[in-house]
């Protein structure tokens, strides 16, 4: 699903993305947000990530955890 949406920029932002869209505003619009999700996201996963690395309490946790991996599992 597409939405129409209505922003203002100033003259040399619009300048700037009529010289870099390529004739589709929107379609390069679309794409920039995209990728600033992307890096929002994965900033986000680095954030937790490194939050759980830190964490002394979940790190005891796993560690106990770690011993039942093989748990009746052949190994090959």
């Known amino acids: 699903m597409s939405y129409r949406i209505t922003i203002t920029l100033d003259e040399e932002t619009?300048?700037?993305l009529n010289d870099v869209a390529s004739g589709n505003r929107s379609a390069y619009v679309n794409q920039l947000l995209k990728q600033e999700r992307r890096n929002f996201l994965q900033a986000a996963l680095?954030?937790?990530n490194q939050e759980e690395a830190e964490d002394a309490d979940?790190?005891?946790?796993l560690q106990a955890w770690e011993s039942t991996l093989a748990d009746g599992l052949a190994s090959d």
Do not use: D, P, Q, R
């Open 14 to 16: 619009f300048v700037f």
């Open 46 to 48: 680095c954030k937790a």
């Open 58 to 61: 979940y790190l005891t946790e």
